[in-house]
């Protein structure tokens, strides 16, 4: 084979290898340039970040202090039985005192009026953000722990899973509405807060829904008035089987 061509085929052969190579750097070594990005859809935009420097202000400080004497109206949050679920008894006597005792608020706050309307946002705001993990009806098992619990028992992936607790039981059954907006919007144990996903006057539509539905689940006689009770439709229930009586031999062994 003539030298020129075979001269030529190596020469080819290194440039073909560049783009690979190419490729293989993008994707191994970082780089503060921006990819390369067709469509943009307002992802790149000129802006300032936290800490630069922005030369349009005299001190070339981009975040900006707050204007002294101001007041964030609205945003103050000193109604703390709307905003916490929390109340401040009376002040104790003596001089060391500093204030009231704070508790958990057993009454809704005056911003919230108990109606349909209400139950209906609950309810509504329920299914979106409680009813994947603690179910329909607040037993703790909804689709999210299903799954849960069926990659846990194959063990996949090393699957750890604690399962959200039943709305019914008799601990948070007695829990009062303050408690459990607070539960709402901090969290507790493996449950996250949801404070900057739901506002304060959805956290209080969802307690008052949670609270008719451990009602609907322990509801009593004395709960209904007393010219309906006569009313009320009688389920009949399937007759239970008999137990059988223990033998002398299994009683004594």
Known sequence: MPKPVIYIAMVLSILAMIPPALIARTRAVQSEKRRIH????????????????????????????????????GELNLDEHYTRGVVTGPRSSG??????N???????PNQVQLNMDLMRRGQDRFTIYCRPCHGDSGHGDGIVNKRAMEL?????????????????EAAIRDQPVGQIFNTITRGIRTMPSYESQIPVAD????????KALQRSQHARDEDVPASMRGSLPVIPLPPQPEEKPK???ETSG
């Open 38 to 73: 067709l469509i943009q859809d307002m992802d790149n935009q000129y802006k300032f970040r936290a800490q630069q420097v922005n030369p349009m202000f005299a001190d070339e400080r981009a975040m900006r202090p707050p204007v002294p004497g101001t007041v964030a109206r």
């Open 95 to 100: 001089a060391a005192a500093t204030g009231g």
């Open 102 to 108: 704070v508790s958990w608020a057993t009454t809704f």
């Open 152 to 168: 846990l028992t194959t063990g996949t992936n090393g699957t750890q899973w604690v399962q959200p607790k039943s709305l019914h």
């Open 203 to 210: 956290r209080w539509a969802i307690v008052a829904y949670v």
């Open 247 to 249: 033998s002398t031999t």
